[in-house]
């Protein structure tokens, strides 16, 4: 029986592990914000469009969430083979936003302030995929041996790859959320009409 219980033990520690080394990390949170100028939602909007971050070859953006994210990691040598032990992420995620450079009057003030709590929340969850991507990072890398691998050269080729190809999946889920927030009747394109015929 007490060897039952220790096994039974062991195997609720060992399927903690995975939640402790996601724990160990958190990301840095940054807000930086650009100024729009007007009175009414329609000269906010415009502005917005003048002055908004660049988003490839679609123009400005309203917001943007971009990322720096580097890593530190360990690698051993086990009988000619190298295998990566461990990889500790340090991630920045910063959110680009629209700020009005004067006060505004009450009404547009009222729904200004509903527009860009739904922009942020729009951010935050490019900002949660980003996350994601990180922790499938660690998952896909961590633990990975490569063998006849002793100067460890061949390992990052291989992790190269991997993290590439979740480096495009991630792009693409931000690209399909984007287009379907976007798309007439989607969360922005409420937000945006409401914004601009409200005041």
């Not at 903690?16 to 160990?24: F, K, M």
């Not at 693409?172 to 989607?186: C, I, K, M, N, V």
Request: hydrophobic share 35%; proline share 4%; aromatic share 6%.
């Amino acid at each position: 029986m007490k060897t039952v219980v220790r096994i039974s033990l062991l195997a609720a520690c060992c399927a903690l592990l995975p939640e402790i080394a996601h724990a160990e990390w958190q990301a840095v949170e940054k807000i930086e914000s650009y100024a729009v100028s007007g009175k009414s939602g329609a000269e906010l909007y415009a502005s917005i469009g003048e002055r908004g971050p660049r988003a490839g070859d679609n123009g400005s953006a309203i917001a943007h969430t971009n990322f720096r994210l580097t890593w530190s990691r360990k690698y051993e040598n086990q009988r000619n083979a190298c295998t990566l032990v461990s990889a500790k992420p340090k991630l920045v995620i910063t959110y680009t936003v629209p700020k009005p450079a004067g006060k505004l009057p009450d009404a547009v003030a009222r729904n200004w302030e509903t527009f860009i709590t739904g922009i942020r929340r729009h951010e935050a969850v490019h900002g949660e995929m980003i996350r994601e991507m990180v922790k499938s990072i660690e998952t896909a890398t961590v633990g990975l041996s490569v063998p006849d691998d002793p100067k460890c050269t061949k390992i990052r080729a291989e992790m190269t790859k991997r993290l590439s190809e979740l480096s495009q999946t991630q792009r693409q889920r931000s690209r399909d959320f984007d287009r379907t927030e976007l798309s007439e009747g989607g969360n922005i394109h409420q937000l945006i009409l409401a914004l601009v015929n409200g005041a």
